[in-house]
């Protein structure tokens, strides 16, 4: 897991309140993904930003949750009224820029934040 | 996407290796084989990718049949480390979006 910074690592909030994850890409890399992997299940995509764009957010849930990634500063991953049941681990990756045919365009992942809502 | 079809769970005696297959048979001609792995309680670690030619890094290799149709991702000496969940995704990097999308994996036990 070469470099992608993810924090907090762990984050407790009772129900109603918000989250807030922060996602620093590697040095280079101006795409990020997040994933969220609920208790014993797979990793699940949520959703796909460049700098000041979203490009596929066909995994977020249409409420509470949303993403950014501002043209200075980390992504952010934002989940507003918590539920019980957004507790999770949240993954966040980056790559470079998608070049068609390039043997590069890996996707390295950061270590997580766990999500406990109580 | 295409989609992939792995065994859900495979046991690997430590020190030999581990060969862990994965169909894609309606694999297209643009899209990557890649293969990462999950330790419990971590984030996915990216192993090997390949397009069309057999791959090796200091990880592991991978193995593509001609059709491109399965491949088999091998770890030469597996040690009780590589326990994990194995991934074999297939990815195209064309049109708006690289992402992965991650099916069930193949659990490796790996048993001294």
């Known amino acids: 897991n070469a470099g992608v910074m993810q924090n907090p690592r762990h984050l407790v909030r009772r129900r109603g309140q918000e989250a807030r994850l922060r996602c620093s890409p590697m040095?280079?890399?101006?795409?990020v993904y997040w994933y969220r992997q609920l208790p014993e299940e797979g990793l699940k995509f949520m959703v796909y930003?460049?700098?000041?764009?979203?490009?596929?957010e066909s995994g977020m849930p249409k409420e509470r949750f949303s993403a950014e990634f501002p043209k200075e500063g980390p992504s952010i991953l934002r989940i507003q009224q918590v539920v019980r049941g957004d507790s999770a681990a949240y993954f966040c990756?980056?790559?470079?820029?998608?070049?068609?045919?390039?043997?590069?365009?890996?996707?390295?992942f950061g270590e997580g934040s766990w999500l406990t809502v109580v | 996407d295409a989609k992939t079809t792995q065994p859900t769970s495979m046991d690997c005696a430590e020190g030999r290796a581990a060969n862990l297959p994965c169909n894609h048979s309606?694999?297209?001609?643009?899209?990557?084989v890649y293969w990462y792995r999950q330790i419990h309680s971590q984030g996915p670690q990216y192993i090997i990718h390949?397009?069309?030619n057999n791959e090796t890094n200091e990880m592991a290799s991978l193995i593509i049949t001609e059709d491109r149709k399965s491949s088999t991702l091998i770890l030469p000496h597996a040690t009780l480390r590589d326990t994990a969940v194995y991934y074999c995704?297939?990815?195209?990097?064309?049109?708006?979006?690289?992402?992965?999308?991650f099916g069930q994996g193949t659990t490796l036990q790996v048993k001294p």
């Open positions: 040095k280079g890399h101006s795409h």
């Open positions: 990756a980056s790559s470079p820029p998608l070049r068609t045919g390039v043997s590069g365009n890996t996707i390295y």
């Open positions: 995704i297939v990815r195209a990097l064309s049109g708006n979006t690289g992402k992965l999308i």
């Open positions: 390949g397009l069309k």
């Open positions: 930003l460049q700098k000041e764009n979203i490009i596929d």
């Open positions: 309606t694999i297209s001609g643009n899209e990557y």
